[in-house]
């Protein structure tokens, strides 16, 4: 790899890897040591194409679900089954790995920009602007833009848009779908909202075991079915579909929080 080497965003490989190294070590423990991450089905990550992977997801915090991802695909990638022990798999990471954003989250702070730098497509939300709601039009170059990160390597995204849960999956993610036609592999987390602030950057609380759980990739007819279709597909996968919601008697209430305790690290 020339030292001088871009991606097509233009962002200098040599830099990014050095990025990915030391923001890893840095959070390592936010995932393994503070708090304990639970991965279920890593091995599928190994299985995959180099190029052209939708990873989509339920959205817990702003930042810390992408970076227990890019923890959990490189230590894949490096052997280690449904484990980010040894954070030595950081020492060749995978650099084409890239998740959607939303561009004012991005351009938030120092700390914001670097993580924009290890990654993020940033995009213009059609629906949410500086906390206020918008309805404005989908900018085709965002849309060009994540094409253009599929075509290089896996995509994560986070269909919702928001970190409340069971929010309506946004279409767009059916429509890049249809038109890219990437693998498309759901991933479950859970823990990260009570582990972590909104932003996923202070930790909250520690002792909390935090869980992933990926899936195998979706059957999709890309040409055949509707973007509804698509979407509600999406709903189930990342289970967050109101079928999910059910409301609890006092005994099922209570064998819950038995179990949450014994969830704890």
């Known amino acids: 790899m020339g030292l001088f080497k871009r991606n097509p965003f233009g962002h200098i490989l040599f830099l990014k890897k050095w990025l990915i190294r030391i923001m890893g070590a840095m959070t390592h423990r936010r995932f393994r040591g503070f708090n304990e991450l639970q991965i279920e089905g890593s091995e599928i990550i190994k299985e995959l194409p180099e190029r052209n992977v939708l990873f989509i997801s339920n959205h817990q915090t702003y930042f810390a679900d992408v970076v227990a991802m890019f923890h959990v695909f490189n230590a894949s990638l490096s ?14 990471p995978k650099l084409n790995i890239y998740y959607v954003a939303a561009k004012e989250t991005m351009k938030a702070g120092f ?48 269909p919702q848009g928001t970190t409340t849960p069971f929010k309506p999956i946004r279409k767009g993610t059916a429509h890049i779908i249809k038109r890219y ?6 991933i479950v987390i859970d823990g990260f909202r009570r582990s972590f602030d909104k932003k996923g950057i202070r930790i909250k609380k520690k002792n909390i075991l ?31 579909h109101p079928s999910f919601l059910k409301v609890l008697t006092p005994q099922q209430i209570k064998e819950q929080e038995e179990l949450n305790k014994l969830r704890e690290w």
């Open 79 to 92: 052997g280690r089954v449904d484990s980010i022990k040894n954070v030595g798999y950081l020492w060749n």
């Open 111 to 158: 700390l914001p920009k670097l993580l924009a730098y290890a990654g993020s497509v940033s995009i213009e939300r059609t629906w949410r602007a500086e906390g206020k709601d918008v309805n404005r039009q989908v900018r085709m170059s965002d849309i060009s833009n994540i094409g253009k990160a599929l075509d290089d390597g896996w995509v994560i995204t986070f």
């Open 181 to 186: 036609k990437p693998i498309v592999v759901p």
């Open 210 to 240: 935090q869980s992933m759980e990926i899936k195998q990739p979706l059957e999709i007819d890309y040409d055949g079915e509707t973007t509804d279709e698509i979407v509600k597909k999406i709903e189930f996968a990342i289970e967050q």
